[in-house]
């Protein structure tokens, strides 16, 4: 059997600087630290934090008045900076320069007395925080059926915009479906679904033209995690999202020839190298690289986080080496 891995995969540059700010965070200010939401959609990620003393929770009102606290990678609307604020919590944000971009985006043209076509998964945190800069101007739709049901005044201006993690092919389905319906609508200057999100899918395009199965690392609450998984069947290949090694059920193997793996942006790669392993304890002997394309994207840390590091002596430099300023990369990969 041979084992290809797709290149890129695993950890975008979002996620990797929400778990360096965690992890620095601790080793600043010792534990406890609160984090609201799961830092990134990975449960061994959050397991391994809550092991080091990070403590999750989903609402800001459970964090303890003036606690060291670190909000997510997914974002979170502006009720939750007042609550933070109200509680006198020391604060690192750890957004995503990439959905900050689209947090903006939506205040902007809320402002402006646009209504938001929000093309999304319902309830996902990222569109509570996104939805949350225009209130009450936001319509969150996931379908083309959710297009053809949505009745506006003929004299609304919309804008579309849209989740950072999602298909790129099942948007273009939907927001063709709103161009057609609301023909005024406007589009952003430039795509919401980031860099990460759309190489992986483009690697896991290809790969699925090379291999009869796909193995897909992440969890299940991971939204670009389950795209790839959609996109490999979509291309005619098994495909399965798989936590870790321990998930692989031995009949997808049966007959198989060539097997392909790939991760979700919030997937360590730990986790592929055990399913590597695995897959040669069954009979794997080839395993290689595919490389559809490299990425250099990083994002520098929160400038808190810095601060606080500094004041306390701590070097940051082996963490800040892979988050180089550079907001002239950003999707550049
Ligand atoms: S998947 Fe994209 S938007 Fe989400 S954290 Fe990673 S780079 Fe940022």
């Known amino acids: 059997m041979k084992v290809l891995l797709a290149q890129p995969r ?98 902007r043209f809320g402002k402006e007395g646009y209504t938001i076509l929000l093309v999304g998964h319902k309830g996902h945190v990222e569109l509570v925080g996104t939805g949350g800069e225009a209130p009450g101007k936001a319509i969150v739709l996931e379908t083309v059926d959710d297009v053809q049901q949505l009745q506006l005044p003929a004299d609304v201006r919309t804008v579309i915009l849209t989740q950072t993690t999602l298909s790129v092919d099942d948007t273009r389905e939907v927001i063709e479906a709103i161009r057609k319906k609301f023909p005024q ?34 969890s299940q609450t991971s939204s670009n995690t389950n795209r790839l998984v959609e996109v490999a069947k979509a291309h005619g290949v098994a495909a399965y999202r798989i936590n870790s090694s321990d998930d692989i059920n031995p009949d997808w193997l049966k007959g198989v020839e060539s097997v392909g793996v790939t991760s979700g942006a919030s997937a360590p790669e730990d ?34 986080i810095r601060d606080a590091a500094k004041k306390r002596g701590i070097d940051t430099s082996l963490v800040q080496k892979h988050h180089i300023a550079s907001d002239h990369r950003m999707g550049t990969a």
Request: proline content about 5%.
């Open 271 to 304: 986790l592929v190298q055990s399913v590597v392993q695995y897959l040669r304890t069954r009979g794997a002997a080839a395993v290689e690289d595919f490389t559809v394309l490299q990425e250099r994207v990083w994002f520098n840390l929160p400038q808190e």
């Open 10 to 107: 695993g950890f975008c540059a979002g996620v990797d600087r929400a778990i360096d700010v965690v992890e620095l965070a601790l080793k600043v200010y010792g534990k406890p630290v609160y984090v609201k939401h799961a830092i990134v959609h990975n449960d061994h990620v959050v397991r391994g934090l809550e092991d080091k003393g990070a403590v999750f929770v989903e609402n800001v009102v459970e964090i303890p008045e003036g606690a060291h606290a670190v909000f997510s990678a997914h974002g979170s609307p502006p009720s939750d900076y007042e609550a933070a604020r109200a509680r006198h919590l020391e604060l690192i944000d750890a957004t995503c320069p990439l959905v900050t971009k689209v947090h903006l985006e939506a205040k």
């Open 185 to 218: 609508t406007v589009l952003p200057p430039s795509s919401d679904i980031c860099y990460a999100t759309t190489n992986r899918q483009r690697a896991v395009k290809e790969l699925a033209k090379h291999v009869q199965l796909v193995l897909v690392v992440g």
